[in-house]
């Protein structure tokens, strides 16, 4: 079963532009990571937030995250054409080492 | 080091045949992950070891199939009979401490039962 629900499932922005996805868990986590897959490739970790942490910076992205509301957002400023791939948001749970993934958006950026 | 390896990355068999995937983690990592990823289901776990022991196999939708991890440095998940509905890209992660670090994925290996 999926924890994590992503909105949109899908995104379509011009190369410059900010790209905002979000995504909703449902039970209390440890921590949340978000991961990008290109088409036909494995997952490649993108950055992890723990609870205790409400934002976070790596390059261009930016990842905030609400367990009061039990959301979190991912921020890739500046798009490149390099950015289009699918982005998923991961949660661990509490005493588990188990990561529940959502459903992903596809982002497309057109150079 | 190399990343994670999975061997074969393409395999086509037939309903009914034995299929086995084959999973080398990154060295010194304690966990191995086995997902599956679906149009229609997403990405789902299916079991993962510590250390080699299988720790939570909730995820392993049948009997049918079967994971094992007799050392450190390989990992095999087999589907015994095979059935169209298997068909799905299969990967392998690892990682060294999962409450604190990410996990590493491997390429995957596309399987398809006809």
């Known amino acids: 079963s999926q924890q994590g629900e992503e909105d949109p499932q899908a995104l379509s922005i011009q190369e410059g532009e900010n790209a905002t996805m979000n995504c909703s868990y449902k039970t209390s986590i440890n921590n949340l990571q978000w991961y990008r897959q290109n088409s036909g490739r494995g997952l490649v970790h993108l950055i992890l937030?723990?609870?205790?942490?409400r934002e976070k910076h790596s390059g261009r992205l930016r990842v905030t995250l609400d367990t009061s509301k039990k959301s979190s957002s991912l921020l890739i400023t500046a798009s490149r054409a390099a950015d289009t791939a699918s982005y998923f948001c991961?949660?661990?749970?509490?005493?588990?080492?188990?990561?529940?993934f959502g459903t992903g958006t596809r982002l497309q950026v057109f150079p | 080091d190399a990343g994670v390896i999975q061997s074969p990355r393409h395999e086509v068999t037939e309903m009914g045949q034995e299929v086995t995937l084959r999973c080398k983690p990154i060295s010194g990592h304690d966990y191995l992950f086995w997902y599956r990823q679906t149009m229609m289901r997403g990405l789902e776990l299916l079991i993962y070891?510590?250390?080699?022991?299988?720790?939570?196999d909730s995820g392993m939708p049948e009997d049918r199939f079967s994971a094992k991890m007799p050392n450190a440095s390989f990992s095999t998940l087999k589907i015994q009979p095979s059935e169209p509905r298997d068909s799905a890209v299969y990967f392998c992660a690892s990682s060294f401490n999962p409450g604190q670090y990410e996990q590493y994925f491997g390429p995957g290996t596309r399987l398809t039962v006809t």
């Open positions: 070891f510590n250390n080699n022991v299988p720790i939570d």
């Open positions: 991961a949660t661990e749970g509490h005493n588990t080492d188990k990561l529940i």
């Open positions: 937030i723990r609870s205790n942490e």
